[in-house]
């Protein structure tokens, strides 16, 4: 597993690319870690709880 807590991995991903999707920062981790492409989708959710509760992201509306 990466040193890594979830809202890092985000912030990385995003600084990276700018504004992602949920599915484009699922698409980035797992693309440089590995370990979240053979484990269990069990980390998107974490992802996604992460986004949720973190006031450094924030939810956009699509253009």
């Given at each position: 597993k990466?040193p890594?807590?979830?809202t890092e991995?985000?912030e ?5 690319k ?5 599915a ?16 269990d989708?069990?980390w998107?959710?974490s992802v996604?709880h992460?986004?949720?509760?973190s006031?450094?992201?924030r939810k956009?509306?699509k253009?």
């Open positions: 990466p890594y807590t979830y991995l985000i990385q991903a995003l600084s990276e700018g504004p992602l999707t949920v484009e920062i699922y698409r980035w981790i797992s693309e440089r870690f590995p370990y979240f492409k053979a484990n989708d069990r998107k959710n996604r992460n986004l949720s509760i006031p450094h992201f956009s509306v253009a």
